[in-house]
Each structure stands twice: as structure tokens, then as C-alpha cells.
């Protein structure tokens, strides 16, 4: 290939000067008019650069303000004995309860921090492991919950001092050595009246956990910091301190309170909820009654805060009608740093079923997001030519499921009753 042979300074020179005298000295008049025009339109153009420039700047200004923090929200997490028979793998002599949230252990994990009611104790196997009336479950509950994407449990509850005082405290370590936050129980007054302070994005918030009692069982005298009851000067105190001495951007509170089994809450809960709302709670998580009921904005002369009066059962063996459902509420927390304004807002919701079902002789129980269920179901009947539903007695096996008739029609339940309940007083 041939190169091209170089230019020599002195053509170089006489380019330059060359055009800078066409360019200035011998442009037409008419090239003035143009020239002024286009002067114009450039300068035009260089005050719109300016504003998109500032309005980009103030828009990355606004950006770096703004900090947010999306969390995850569920109800009862229980362990009847039919669930310990299942999770206990006899070849190895261990529990394993990971295969119970496999399926929506993605749907916690997209959160940024996910809660729950940890409505069972940990108090060790010489205490023995149980389901109702009294429960005990074994630590590989919490390993599993923690892998699946939880992060902080409220232990405050009726069934608390299910295993007596030195269950409370034994559950607490538990929790601790699976790598998992609570609320709602302590060691001490001191961490009682601390909460659980989460730190992230900047965004600073205080958890707190009540519960209306504790099935009878009483709190040992001078221990009554075991276990958070729903109290209303202690709940003003907590709230007060976390707010004006903590600094804390958000006071999420979760209430164990309510009717069991009724869908929509009791007069007490939603005068309470007010009250709370009033003294300077932000965020109300209920539980107890082991069914969804709805959310609601409350606001009063004072605040404005957000109400899930009950999220349902996450996990459990109850399968009476409504109570095999939940919900997973995802609340987006925004911090606007510049204004020192936080806003909540439940970016979405998904509804979850229990799926109990025989494998080899066995009852097996698999927490399941129904949208995404029922949405992979009808994309594998596609595929295969199949009706959308088995025909009666007929069971299809898809990937870690097998669903019966009667199951698809509960999942197909379980989607419009709780959207309708959820939402009922939402504005």
C-alpha cells in the first residue's frame, strides 16, 4: 500500500491563512445578514444548552437528594406439627424448611429489607419441638428464613412465652446466630426500649413490635421487658424517643391486635391505628388474625401514616377458608434530603397461597406467589396443548409442583379476594 507523501509546512501555512481570509475578508453583504442570523440561532442555541445543562444538573441535584429504601413486608410465620413431620429429614436426622420458600424466596430478596411475625419460639430441642397449642421449632427455620431473604422478625406475639422466659431469651440468641434482627422481645430494658434501628441510604428507621398478650402466660416479675405489650404511654414513650432523641426518619410499628379469622378489622384496631397514627407512628404492620385484611391511610390533625391491619398468614398449616393466603406488601420509603421529607408508598403487593400437597407419602408445604403460578401454569398448558385446568381426578406435575383441580381454583380465589379485601378502605 502506498502512503501518502506528507504535506509540506509551507502548504500547510498558506491553507491557514487561506481560509481565514475567505472566512472574514471576502464573505458577500448578503452573508452578513446571513452570519447576524445565524449568530442569533447559535446564541439561541447556547442559552438552550444552558438550560438543559442546569435543568440536567438540577435533576442529578434532585437524584443525589433523594435516597430510597424498598422493603418487604409478610404475616404469620408459623410451624404447626404436620409442617415439623414434613421438614424433618429422617436419612439425615435433621430439619430442612428451605423448600418451603423457594418459590417466593426471589420475591423477598428484590426488597432491600424484609419482615415478618415470627409466631413460634426457639428454645432448643430439650424443650422439644411442637406445634399448637404451645409452639417450639427448630433453629433450621431461621437458617432457611434467612436464606430465603428476611432480614428482621417481630417476636412479639401471643405465642412469645410459648416456652417460658428462658425461651424468649433462647430464641433471641437463635435468631442472632442465623443472622436475623428482631422486634418485639428483649434482654433487657434497655434493648427493649432501643427497638431495632435500620440504617441505610440514609435513611434511618425504628422498628417496634407489640403484641396484646401472651395466651395467659404471664412475664416474671421485674422481667416484664421480655416481651412488648401493647401499652399506650410505653408505645408514646418509644415513639417519642425514637423520633425527637434517635432522629429517626420512619417509626414502623408491628401490632399483634385483632379478631382472629375476620377479615376486616375490629373497631378497636382502627381506633388504636388512629391513635397510633396521631402520636407519630408512620407505618402500622398488623398480624393475628391469621387473614388478610385491608390497608388504609389515616390521618389526623397531627400526622399521616400508613395501616396493613393484617397481612395473613405467610406460613402455616391452617386451611380453612382464607387463612391458607397472604400477602407480601412492598413499601417504597423516599427521603428527599434536601426538604428532610420522607414518603411511603406500597409500590406493589404480592399474594401468596400455601400450597400443601402429598409427595411420597408426605405432606410437603410450599409458600407460592400466585400471579406468578398461576401466569407459569397457564404458559406450560400453552406449551404442551393442554387444557388450562387438569381434567377432575387428573394431577399435573409442574417443575417442584402438582396441583389438583381443586387447587387451581383456590389459587385463582386467593388472587381476586385479595385484591378486593386489600384495597377495600385504600385511597
Request: aromatic share 12%; glycine share 6%.
Amino acid at each position: 500500500m502506498n502512503k501518502k507523501e506528507p504535506l509540506s509546512l509551507l502548504m500547510v501555512i498558506f491553507w491557514i491563512i487561506s481560509f481565514f481570509l475567505s472566512g472574514c475578508f471576502f464573505a458577500p453583504a448578503s452573508n452578513n445578514i446571513i452570519a447576524e442570523d445565524t449568530k442569533l440561532e447559535y446564541e439561541k442555541e447556547l442559552i438552550q444548552d444552558a438550560l438543559e445543562k442546569d435543568l440536567i444538573d438540577q435533576n442529578k441535584e434532585e437524584e443525589n437528594n433523594v435516597s430510597k429504601v424498598l422493603l418487604a413486608a409478610v404475616g404469620d410465620i408459623m410451624v404447626h406439627s404436620p409442617q415439623l413431620s414434613s421438614a424433618y429429614d429422617h436419612h439425615k436426622g435433621v430439619y430442612n424448611f428451605h423448600e418451603c420458600f423457594t418459590d417466593i424466596a426471589p420475591h423477598l430478596q428484590k426488597a432491600d429489607f424484609a419482615v415478618g411475625n415470627f409466631e413460634t419460639t426457639l428454645a432448643g430441642v430439650e424443650k422439644g419441638f411442637s406445634g399448637y397449642p404451645r409452639f417450639n421449632s427448630p433453629v433450621e427455620l431461621a437458617v432457611a428464613l434467612k436464606d430465603s431473604g428476611f432480614d428482621l422478625l417481630f417476636t412479639a406475639n401471643n405465642h412469645s412465652m410459648d416456652s417460658g422466659a428462658d425461651g424468649v431469651i433462647k430464641t433471641i440468641e437463635n435468631l442472632e446466630a442465623a443472622g436475623l434482627s428482631y422486634a418485639g422481645t428483649a434482654r433487657s430494658q434497655e434493648e427493649k426500649e432501643r427497638g431495632f434501628v435500620f440504617f441505610q441510604n440514609n435513611i434511618k428507621i425504628i422498628f417496634y413490635a407489640y403484641t396484646y398478650g401472651t395466651n395467659g402466660i404471664p412475664l416474671p416479675s421485674g422481667r416484664d421487658y421480655l416481651v412488648s405489650l401493647i401499652d399506650e404511654e410505653r408505645i408514646k414513650s418509644d415513639v417519642y424517643r425514637a423520633k425527637n432523641i434517635e432522629k429517626a426518619d420512619l417509626v414502623i410499628v408491628s401490632m399483634h391486635w385483632g379478631n382472629e379469622y375476620e377479615r376486616l378489622p375490629a373497631e378497636g384496631q382502627r381506633k388504636l391505628a388512629e391513635w397510633l397514627i396521631d402520636s407519630g407512628v408512620d407505618v402500622i404492620i398488623g398480624t393475628h388474625p391469621h387473614v388478610i385484611q385491608p390497608a388504609e391511610v389515616i390521618r389526623t390533625e397531627n400526622s399521616e401514616g400508613l395501616v396493613l391491619y393484617s397481612l395473613g398468614n405467610f406460613i402455616s398449616n391452617q386451611r380453612w377458608r382464607y387463612t391458607d393466603a397472604g400477602i407480601v406488601v412492598y413499601l417504597q420509603i423516599t427521603k428527599n434530603h434536601a426538604l428532610n421529607e420522607v414518603e411511603v408508598s406500597i409500590q406493589d403487593t404480592t399474594p401468596t397461597w400455601v400450597h400443601k400437597f402429598l409427595e411420597d407419602g408426605r405432606w410437603k408445604f410450599k409458600v407460592l406467589p400466585v400471579e406468578e403460578t398461576l401466569l407459569e401454569e397457564t404458559l406450560n398448558a400453552e406449551s404442551t396443548g393442554e387444557d388450562k385446568k387438569p381434567s377432575p381426578g387428573e394431577n399435573i406435575l409442574l417443575p417442584e409442583k402438582k396441583f389438583s383441580p381443586q387447587d387451581y381454583e383456590r389459587l385463582e380465589e386467593v388472587l381476586w379476594e385479595t385484591k378486593e379485601i386489600f384495597w377495600r378502605y385504600f385511597q
